[in-house]
């Protein structure tokens, strides 16, 4: 018996030393990380910043060495972010965020948490206080279609996209619920889709009816206007989609992007296209398009160069700037 | 102020004599110490303030009060006046120990006040400071002064509390139980927002024969949350419980202790919440051989990476403090940190409390066993050999630890250590039977900790280095009698490391927050040499010169020299 206790003792203390522990701490091939916080600190957790005000939030931050860093805001209703990005061993309140975003919007109301990351190393920091977004940063121009509160007329041809052997609709307004994308503004975004079958026509699209008053382009400048959108290509079918876009002024003259924009990889992205590259494409009354009174914008789904097969992408918030694009220019 | 000293002076001188004549249940010893020292930095280094002096007379009167035989009360009054304080203007009074012990209806034996508590080696012990590896004489008899200082006996911790202990005797099976517990006193209330911390703990200890044992110990440093009125409260709470055993058999022995450990924290302001558990084992086997002339001892144990034991890997030093002779030094003026001549001299840098997280350590002092046995994250074997000449003649000690990491510190592969340990004294009076004593005392260390790894690329400079810091430490001494009672005394203490190695930086609850990469390339040579005289056994004089070197190679505007003239005189009585 006393043999027994033994050997059990002594195989209780093998089995503690055969333990093959977890590491001790961050690895050493990474950047030791000392604090990251979101300014000012304070008893409170949150934050509020209410952008439209002009408010804009601070970081402070310091770790190992000099090196590339990066600190992403991200919004936890929306997804939407906004990367900041240096080089250096800390951050101080000279680094601030204006309430503006990488691609889709933040919205009012929402929380948003920052995380501190490098550029050559896996470690992160998240900040353990939070925004709170009393309003967004507004932005200037002339909003001619979001599928929330400015709706469009779509169309689109017979020949129809199907999925799981249902036809999908030409045009449906979408919500994140519906196919787990993230919405760039507001609750709907407008997918599109359609099957080329030699046509070479367009598949399906939107009329944007600029109802209140015409649109008005100040033709000494044309290139400094842009119409803006956000486009969405499905992991499946954006290297098959591409989009027109137009323009019509109140004589039924018409613009439009003859190029047509295409996707090099899937995911929302932000178009911007000057007006200055959307040419003449339509003009029956020999009267030169009339920049200051333009009625309707539109755009058309095609396939890539009327290949026969199918296509499909989404589209949301349609919006004409001056002075500025809001993503980086098309082209 | 002259008045009231002259009227403790008056009351002192009148209890003494009492003491001394009247009432034998009152007896009293004491010290007395004179000394003085100057420092000045080497002639070379021109930029930071050269020299500095202090010093100071003392008196420690201790007090020894039996009331009845079965109750003693002691205390200690200390009455210091530190050199420059003319005419009692720097004269301080202190209570510097009181303590009540004795004996309860015949069985039980208690204390309180200030007592010295020990345990195990991974409960409640107060491991030696580091680099004082059989120093030679003239270092030792300061450095005993930093004990005495700082209540630094062996390795007991000076606390205040009270402790009972008493034993059971039985007929059949176990011979005897010995039961001690106790409770002490870590922190006291802070600005009513942090509240007290106790220490408290106990032994069982069974002897089943006078060659057979087993103790089961458990102690734990505990908050008590409710000593503040507030709504948020902190509570900590780190408990350690382990067995221990001890078998002879013949000239063999057994002996061993296993145990666990646990760290609590509850912030309820924050949610805050921790809940680590440790454990530990050891076991090894001894033999006495050549008529006990000669001790081997080999044991291995694993401490695992989240054993904490505040009461056994609480430093005696103090790493953080900022150090007092001459503090800013070299041409780059930069504010030293403790070296050799601060472990000998500065009383400032010692510990006096349990602390309740890891303390710093400096890894060029010894990186393998900074915490004593209970350093966590180590496993590995202990090997020691002792051997005594049966002439007193001489005597030696080797001990060899071949450690290695339980859990690899921010990386995947693990540490290995070597702490090598010698020492050997050799009395030439009783070779060659002189009358005059004449003793060499020599030390040799060597810690080493190593790691390859893979020289990741992390930035244009920075790199993933491999570990490699060892560090030699040697100490040499003689002691001659070249006249009646007088002394020469020399001795040197001799640092060189090299290398590099990743501290881990903690927050409050020992978690590695990051890894900092420190290189070394340097040395510290400590030389001093003295002369004493001896009244008799209980009076000395001292005069002795020290020069420390410090040289740093990878920065050698933090190189510095320091000279220190030291006089001494001591008394007991």
């Given amino acids: 018996m006393k043999r027994l206790k033994f050997i059990g003792l002594a195989v209780s203390l093998l089995g503690m030393w055969s333990c093959n522990e977890e590491m001790v701490g961050p690895s050493i091939d990474g950047i030791a990380i000392d604090t990251f916080n979101i300014v000012p600190t304070g008893t409170s957790k949150t934050i509020d910043a209410d952008f439209a005000q002009g408010d804009s939030i601070h970081f402070m931050g310091s770790w190992e060495f000099e090196t590339k860093w990066i600190i992403t805001v991200k919004g936890q209703q929306s997804g939407a972010t906004k990367t900041l990005k240096g080089n250096g061993k800390s951050v101080d309140e000279t680094i601030a965020w204006d309430g503006s975003s990488d691609l889709i919007f933040f919205r009012d109301g929402e929380t948003c948490e920052a995380t501190l990351s490098f550029e050559y190393y896996n470690d992160s920091l998240v900040a353990d206080n939070f925004v709170h977004v009393v309003s967004t940063k507004p932005i200037e121009g002339i909003v001619l279609g979001d599928y929330d509160e400015i709706d469009a007329e779509g169309w689109g041809s017979t020949s129809r996209v199907v999925e799981d052997g249902v036809e999908l609709p030409a045009t449906q307004k979408r919500t994140f619920a519906d196919e787990g994308i ?68 109140k004589n039924g003259n018409k613009i439009g992007f003859n190029d047509r924009i295409k996707m090099t990889e ?66 | 102020m002259k008045k009231i000293f ?41 930029t930071n303030v050269d020299q500095s ?110 402790d009972l202990s008493w034993r059971l005797g039985f007929d059949k099976g176990v011979e005897s ?69 001890g078998f002879f058999i013949g000239r063999i022995h057994a002996f061993g202790e296993l145990g666990f450990s646990t760290i609590n924290y509850v ?25 006990s002339q000669l001790n081997v001892q080999a044991s291995f144990r694993r401490v695992n990476q989240n054993f904490f034991s505040a009461g056994a890997q609480s430093k005696r030093i103090n790493y953080t403090s900022d150090v007092n002779v001459l503090p800013v030094v070299g041409t780059n003026s930069y504010n030293r940190t403790i070296a050799l001549l601060d472990l000998l001299t500065d009383d400032a840098i010692y510990n006096q409390a349990i602390s309740y997280g890891l303390m710093d350590y400096e890894m060029i002092f ?26 007193s003649t001489f005597e030696t000690d080797v001990e060899i630890q071949l450690l290695q990491d339980v859990a690899g510190q921010g990386s995947e592969k693990k540490k290995n250590y070597l702490l090598a340990q010698w020492k050997g004294n050799v009395y030439f009076d009783k070779i060659f039977a002189w009358n005059k004593s004449v003793s060499v005392t020599a030390g040799y260390q060597f810690a080493s900790a190593s790691r390859d790894e893979d020289r990741v690329y992390k930035m244009s400079k920075e790199l993933v280095k491999p570990v490699d810091l060892h560090s030699h430490t ?68 001292t005069l002795q010169y020290d020069r420390f070197n410090l040289k740093d190679k990878n920065d050698d505007g933090n190189s510095y020299k320091i000279n220190q003239a030291f006089l001494l005189f001591n008394i007991l009585f």
């Avoid at chain 1, 959108?229 to 137009?246: D, H, K, Q, R």
């Avoid at chain 1, 920049?291 to 009327?306: K, M, P, W």
């Avoid at chain 2, 020469?488 to 927050?507: C, E, P, Q």
């Fill in chain 2, 267 to 291: 912030d309820t302001a924050d949610t805050k919440t921790i809940d680590t558990k440790g454990n530990f084992f050891e076991v090894g086997l001894g033999a006495d051989l050549m008529e």
């Fill in chain 1, 182 to 249: 993230l919405v760039p503004q507001g609750d709907n975004y407008l997918q599109i889709s359609g099957y080329e079958d030699g046509g070479k026509y367009y598949l399906s699209g939107n009329i944007l009816t600029i109802s209140e008053a015409p649109l008005k382009i100040d033709t000494k400048n044309i290139g400094s206007n842009y119409i803006n959108f956000f486009l969405y290509g499905y992991p499946e079918y954006y290297s098959n989609s591409t989009i027109y876009v137009m323009f019509s002024d």
């Fill in chain 2, 6 to 46: 002259l009227c403790i002076g008056l009351a002192i001188s009148g209890l003494l004599v009492q003491a001394q004549t009247a009432n034998p249940k009152i007896q009293f010893n004491g010290m007395a110490r004179g000394d003085m020292s100057h420092n000045w930095l080497s002639s070379d280094d021109t």
């Fill in chain 2, 53 to 162: 002096l202090g010093g100071a007379a003392l008196i420690d009167l201790h007090l020894d009060i039996r009331p009845s035989d079965a109750v003693r009360i002691s205390s200690t009054l200390r009455v210091k006046n530190a050199i420059g304080g003319f005419w009692g203007q720097g004269a301080t009074l202190e209570l510097r120990e009181i303590s009540i012990k004795g004996v309860a209806a015949k069985r039980i034996k208690y204390r309180f006040g200030d007592i010295d508590s020990r345990m195990t080696p991974y409960t409640l012990w107060n491991y030696d400071g580091e680099c004082a590896n059989n120093e030679a004489d003239v270092f030792r008899f300061i450095r005993e002064i930093r004990h005495q200082e700082n209540f630094n006996y062996g390795s007991y911790w000076r606390n205040q509390g009270g």
């Fill in chain 1, 266 to 331: 899937p995911g929302w992205h932000g178009i911007s296209l000057s007006f200055s590259k959307l040419k003449e494409t339509e003009n029956e009354t020999g009267i030169p398009f009339d920049y200051s009174n333009i009625t309707e914008a539109g755009y058309s789904l095609f396939s890539v160069d009327g290949t026969e097969c199918a296509a499909k992408a989404a589209v949301d918030y349609f919006i004409v700037t001056t002075g500025k694009p809001l993503f980086n220019v098309y082209n």
């Fill in chain 2, 177 to 245: 139980i010995d039961f001690t517990t106790f409770a002490m006193r870590n922190r006291s209330l802070d600005d009513g927002k942090t509240p007290d911390r106790l220490q408290a703990g106990g032994k069982m200890l069974f002897h089943f024969t006078d060659n057979a044992q087993i103790g089961f110990n458990y102690i734990n440093l505990f908050d008590l949350p409710k000593t503040v009125s507030k709504t948020y409260y902190e509570k900590y709470s780190n408990g350690v419980g382990t067995s221990d055993f």
């Fill in chain 2, 474 to 541: 040697i100490d040499l001494g003689a002691s001659v009698e070249v006249l009646n009672r007088v002394d020469v005394l020399v001795g040197t203490k001799m640092l060189f490391y090299k290398g590099t190695d990743y501290k881990a930086i903690l927050n409050g609850f020992n978690e590695t927050v990051k890894y900092q990469c420190e290189t070394y390339d340097g040395s510290q040579m400590l030389t001093a040499a003295g002369l004493r005289y001896r009244f008799n056994d209980n009076i000395s004089l």
């Fill in chain 2, 366 to 391: 010894n990186n393998v066993t900074p915490y004593g046995k209970a350093t966590p994250n180590r496993q590995g074997f202990d090997v020691a050999l002792t051997y005594n000449a049966i002439d």
